[in-house]
């Protein structure tokens, strides 16, 4: 793994974005292709829906820097009044701060969503965001870790900006398996807040897979009842750098 105030390089393992919220504080090792795919169930009250496949897609274009890429995802109907059809494009940049302080990560992350997907799903217009994940090692296979997002909708007169807010303690408990738990709170200029309490973990086939789940409860009428999600994802070391060596 990459030390703690590092950034990755390719032997390091495998990194995700998933299956919590929070999204990683370390970047994807320079010259390296990382795509990360799920699939939820959710319910709230009669509605049931499914989504995915939630792919992500991640470049390391320069040390501690990368170039990420969500993907629309379908959102289906399994029961109830549900809207259905896709989500935005949204690309995005990260960057990771080097030279912290010994078992320390941050990372800055500006996104926007382009309105490619279903405005009944999505919304309308160009939706930017900025997002700090980070994280800290306690030892013994403990850390904490957490993310603040500020999403910004100017197409949407009733609520333009959403603050989120994550927290998570994790556990290592092996060299292939981790778990963890985490509580998402999302809270609009304007409306009712949400919330969640999301457990799961992840389980590395090698250095460079992962497969993971994750099981949600919502902790207010305004949010969703329950949503389950299973993960794959991986990594191909090298490609980039390869590929412009050949061009």
Known sequence: MAEAGECPSPRSEIATDRPDVTNSSLVVPDGSIQIENGVNTSGQSAAKSFDGSNSRLRFGVAPCLEVLVDVPSYIGRL??????????ITPAVKWQISGLPESANLSVVSGVGLPTGTPAISGSGHQPYLQVPWSYELGSGW?????????FRPSDLANRQTSETTFVIER?????????AEYVGDFPSRGASTALFNVGGGYLLNRTEQIDFHLAFGLNRNSPDYIVGVGYSYRWDNVLGAVAARH
């Open 79 to 88: 029961a109830g009044p549900v809207d259905t059809g896709f989500t935005n």
């Open 143 to 151: 850390g904490i870790s957490g993310m603040f997002t500020s999403f």
């Open 172 to 180: 290592k408990v092996n060299e292939k398996v981790a778990l963890f």
